[in-house]
């Protein structure tokens, strides 16, 4: 297993274009996280998967936001309408079911708005 | 009020000495588990250590430990004979059992100085 991978790893887009990126969990992980983190911060959690389901999503999240796991895989996170204030680190994590599991991070994505 | 907050934004230490980095948490979940993860400048979250509420020891994995103060809640990360390469950023995070989200604080950069 290779871990949790994110592709792109950078995405340079301009502002009002959209964006879509992928996160490749742990293969047996059936829980996965968007975060999203700023130079400075911790990662803000934006949304939550169990298998396909989405179970959570952040309050603070723009309806510009939307994310998917159509087969309880692969996850998509998508921005559309992209504004520079949305220029972060955007990181995928998973983990098992277990009680209390730790999370495994992928390396991210860096979005930048310009 | 913040779930998690580490006081302080930047650490120094002399290379083989201990360090110890704050985290105080907020909740009136009883059970909860506690994790410290490292950010090297490479940008991925590394996992360090889990101390869960109901857990009568202290965590330790190598050189890291948890000083787990319940009734001061407060979850402090140490780390002993400190290496050139801990230097990084480190992020505390808290997950409730009430929920599947984790909460991160703002993290603590340390520096270790040669």
């Known amino acids: 297993d290779t871990g949790v991978s994110q592709d792109p790893r950078h995405k340079i887009t301009k502002r009002g274009q959209n964006v879509t990126f992928r996160c490749d969990p742990i293969?047996?992980?059936?829980?996965l996280y968007w975060y999203r983190q700023t130079l400075g911060q911790g990662p803000e959690f934006l949304t939550y998967?169990?298998?396909?389901?989405?179970?959570?999503k952040s309050r603070l999240l723009s309806d510009r936001f939307s994310a998917e796991r159509p087969k309880g895989s692969f996850s998509t996170l998508e921005i559309q309408r992209t504004e520079q204030g949305d220029s972060a680190m955007y990181l995928c994590?998973?983990?098992?079911?277990?009680?209390?599991?730790?999370?495994?991070f992928g390396p991210g994505t860096r979005l930048t708005v310009l | 009020a913040q779930k998690i907050t580490q006081t302080q934004p930047g650490m120094f230490v002399q290379e083989k000495e201990a360090v110890t980095l704050d985290c105080t948490y907020d909740?009136?979940?009883?059970?909860?588990?506690l994790f410290w993860y490292k950010q090297p400048s490479s940008g991925e979250m590394i996992f360090l250590i889990y101390?869960?509420?109901?857990?009568?020891q202290n965590a330790t994995e190598g050189r890291y430990s948890l000083n787990f103060q319940k009734a001061r809640k407060s979850a402090n990360l140490v780390i002993s004979a400190s290496q050139l390469g801990d230097s990084a950023m480190y992020f505390c995070?808290?997950?409730?059992?009430?929920?599947?989200?984790?909460?991160f604080g703002t993290g603590t950069s340390l520096t270790v100085i040669p």
């Open positions: 101390q869960g509420s109901y857990d009568q």
């Open positions: 909740t009136s979940d009883p059970s909860y588990g």
């Open positions: 994590a998973s983990r098992s079911g277990l009680h209390y599991n730790e999370q495994f």
């Open positions: 998967f169990q298998n396909e389901a989405q179970l959570e």
């Open positions: 293969s047996e992980h059936n829980r």
């Open positions: 995070a808290m997950r409730e059992s009430t929920g599947n989200q984790f909460y």
